[in-house]
């Protein structure tokens, strides 16, 4: 029963890894409150965003020129903000590339898990903040896209 039970995981692990498509990775219109100070944006865990928040990192100082990202991963969504100024996310599922433009506070791309992502043309003092469903894991990474192709071709 045991091993039926973690074949069944391993199964429909492999096939959510291995079929998603960069058309599973929307630009979400994330809830804005305008006032007269200014804006605010208040994200709630499978309200405003489809899956529940357990870890939030964010980079800044990246110099220009430089690209961050270059990996998927196995289990984690993300939601990807330009909390301040501008950048390029490229996502990639083995077959389709998109390349989308983030540059507002209240625009947030899900990325869904394997899908392949780089990050570049980040603006001097931009802000990429990430809300992600997981605690960071090395193990959830993939590093290398020859590895990730070969996933995704299954
Ligand atoms: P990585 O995710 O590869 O960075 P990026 O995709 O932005 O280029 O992470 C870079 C380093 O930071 C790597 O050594 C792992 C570490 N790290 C953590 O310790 N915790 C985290 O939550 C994240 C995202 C990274």
Redesign the pocket.
């Not at 690209?67 to 990996?71: A, C, D, I, S, T």
């Given at each position: 029963m045991t091993t039926f039970v973690i074949l069944r995981s391993l199964k429909t692990w492999l096939l959510v890894l291995t079929k998603t498509t960069v058309h599973d990775c929307p630009v979400i219109h994330l809830p804005q409150i305008q006032t007269e100070a200014g804006g605010i944006t208040s994200l709630n865990g499978n309200i405003n965003i489809p899956f529940s928040i357990k870890?939030i990192?964010y980079?800044y100082d990246v110099p220009g020129g430089a690209?961050?990202?270059?990996?998927a991963h196995q289990c984690l969504h993300q939601l990807i903000v330009a909390g301040s100024g501008s950048f390029d996310v490229l996502i990639d599922d083995g077959l389709n590339k998109k390349v989308v433009s983030l540059n507002r506070p209240y625009h947030g791309l899900l990325v869904v898990p394997g899908i392949w992502?780089e990050?570049l043309n980040f603006s001097s003092g931009a802000i990429?903040l990430?809300l992600?469903s997981e605690?960071?894991s090395?193990g959830d990474?993939l590093?290398d896209y020859n590895l990730f192709r070969d996933l995704k071709s299954k």
């Open positions: 870890r990192y980079l690209e961050r990202g270059g990996h992502r990050l990429c990430v992600a605690l960071y090395e990474y590093r």
